[in-house]
T-cell receptor, first 113, second 114 residues
């Protein structure tokens, strides 16, 4: 099982770049890595997904080393509105080849003015 | 494009009752999965449906069940409610069910059992 491990919490000042690393030592060959952001009382919101190397979109970058045993979500110049819980997700293939999703505990990011 | 829609958003039930939650996936998405989120246990996978068939199931008792209709809409049912069932129930959909298919979540249904 591709269990994920993330820091429980992080603090950052506004305007700084934030990097959140997730460990997934048992990731399988076909597994993708996805990051979500969740605000209180809301559903998780998709941020970025990748398989290897680097992926960038308008809100974040995702760095995945060659061994794929970890990944780092990079949020450039965070603002107070980025205060949320961030989940790293590795989707496993369950029975019949379908996805079985296991979430870690998430990283609570607190952005400080 | 509309996102994943869940109804109702909030509900209060009495212990012993049953509840049905509804989920409409993003148009064109055929896979629907359900999750329970509580402060103590975090986000836990309940089950996944694809083409009206349950494909995967998490470690929850048989009181938790679900189904998917031919239009991909899904419902989950919890019977004989217990106080510990109070949680945010999240539905998510994806285009397909294989690895690499991005999962998109709804806003959830808040269930309080009293």
């Amino acid at each position: 099982l591709a269990k994920t491990t993330q820091p429980i919490s992080m603090d950052s000042y506004e305007g700084q770049e934030v990097n959140i690393t997730c460990s997934h030592n048992n990731i399988a060959t076909n597994d993708y890595i996805t990051w979500y952001q969740q605000f209180p009382s809301q559903g998780p919101r998709f941020i970025i997904q990748g398989y290897k190397t680097k992926v960038t979109n308008e809100v974040a970058s995702l760095f995945i080393p060659a061994d794929r045993k970890s990944s780092t979500l990079s949020l450039p110049r965070v603002s107070l509105s980025d205060t949320a819980v961030y989940y790293c997700l590795v989707a496993e293939r369950g029975s019949g080849g379908y996805q079985k999703v296991t979430f870690g505990i998430g990283t609570k990011l607190q952005v400080i003015p | 494009k509309a996102g994943v829609t869940q109804t109702p958003r909030y509900l209060i039930k009495t212990r012993g009752q049953q509840v049905t939650l509804s989920c409409s996936p993003i148009s064109g998405h055929r896979s629907v999965s359900w999750y329970q989120q509580t402060p103590g246990q975090g986000l836990q996978f309940l089950f996944e449906y694809f083409s009206e068939t349950q494909r995967n199931k998490g470690n929850f008792p048989g009181r938790f069940s679900g189904r998917q209709f031919s239009n991909s809409r899904s419902e989950m049912n919890v019977s004989t409610l217990e106080l510990g069932d109070s949680a945010l129930y999240l539905c998510a959909s994806s285009l397909g069910a294989g690895s690499g298919n991005t999962i998109y979540f709804g806003e959830g249904s808040w269930l309080t059992v009293v």
